[in-house]
């Protein structure tokens, strides 16, 4: 049983960056996870929504108060923000990252402003990820794709262009985004593990016995695993079985201490005992001590 440092050690340091990530590793973190998203000028940074208002402190950036504006950020959702397709990647870096949660996790929004957006050509680049695995999602393919941003071919790009294979880096690729990870796939090739994200609205509608076993040979025909939300393993026990049956890889998301109603082990137990092969955590240390307890 894994354990994945989500968007870094985002539990503890503003998510996606760089600082997160390194602390990630050094808590003990089998892999660490990060979000991707197309900037205006063609590049890719780390970040995990479209928008820049949650993340970062661009609000406090008055050269660019002209271009906050209304966006598409979802099915007919829309929101008054900055948008990272509006911007270059010199203009992101710029911009300092703030925590997303900052009542929840005061001690993580302490490092508000102090650390950059990493583009993802700096996070392959960085030596602390030499030798180990990484977990890169596709954020928004199918709506970047309207935008004109080929996110999957972009990835390739700077896949392509980087030497973490001569590094030793293990690669996961992920996707909400059924049609966007295949050709994440086809333009990638074998280079990578291929990992099909679910949450609630993902779940096949038939979930009768053949229903269910008609969508997971699907995608078991496309891909090398499933990343789920545990919720939808605890309402179905059978899931994991089922998916481990046809080959999958099965990756739960996501634990986070703050969740825990009676005791941060009984919440993380809850997981393990799920039987996936690995566990999102946005505290990844508590998580790995309790696994090395355990083994
Ligand atoms: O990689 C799994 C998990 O990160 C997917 O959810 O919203 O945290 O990107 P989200
Ligand atoms: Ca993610």
């Not at 080929?150 to 980087?162: F, K």
């Not at 295949?182 to 333009?187: N, Y």
């Not at 016995?209 to 995608?219: F, M, P, R, S, T």
Request: aromatic share 10%; hydrophobic share 45%.
């Amino acid at each position: 049983m894994l354990v994945f440092g989500h968007r870094g050690a985002c539990g503890y340091r503003p998510e996606n960056t760089l600082e997160s990530f390194e602390l990630a590793f050094i808590q003990g973190a089998d892999a660490i996870e990060c979000d991707v998203v197309p900037t205006k000028d063609g590049h890719l940074i780390v970040r995990h929504d479209s928008w820049l208002s949650d993340t970062t402190d661009i609000a406090e950036h008055p050269e660019f108060a002209d271009r906050k504006r209304e966006g598409l950020v979802g099915w007919q959702m829309t929101r008054q923000d900055w948008f990272v397709e509006d911007f270059t990647l010199a203009e992101i870096k710029t911009l300092r990252a703030t925590e997303r949660l900052a009542d929840l996790r005061p001690g993580s929004a302490k490092f508000d402003g102090q650390f950059e957006i990493p583009s993802l050509d700096e996070f392959l680049a960085a030596s602390f990820n030499d030798g180990k695995h990484l977990i890169i999602e596709i954020k928004h393919g199918s709506h970047f794709a309207l935008l004109g941003f080929p996110v999957a071919a972009i990835l390739a790009r700077i896949l392509g262009e980087s030497n973490w294979r001569e590094r030793g880096i293990t690669l996961t690729i992920e996707s909400f985004d059924a049609a966007v990870l295949s050709q994440a796939k086809r333009l990638c090739g074998d280079i990578a593990k291929y990992v099909f994200l679910v949450e609630s609205w993902g779940m096949p509608s038939d979930r009768t016995d053949l229903g269910v076993a008609a969508w997971l040979d699907e995608i078991a025909s496309k891909f090398d695993g499933v990343g789920i939300e545990a919720k939808q393993l605890f309402d179905d026990g059978s899931l994991v079985s089922k998916m481990h049956d046809r080959g999958l890889l099965v990756y739960a998301w996501t634990a986070k201490v703050e969740e825990a109603v009676a005791s941060i082990e009984e919440y993380y137990v809850g997981f393990i005992n799920l039987g996936t092969d690995g566990i999102f955590a946005d505290q990844p240390d508590l998580l790995a001590e309790l696994v090395a307890g355990l083994s």
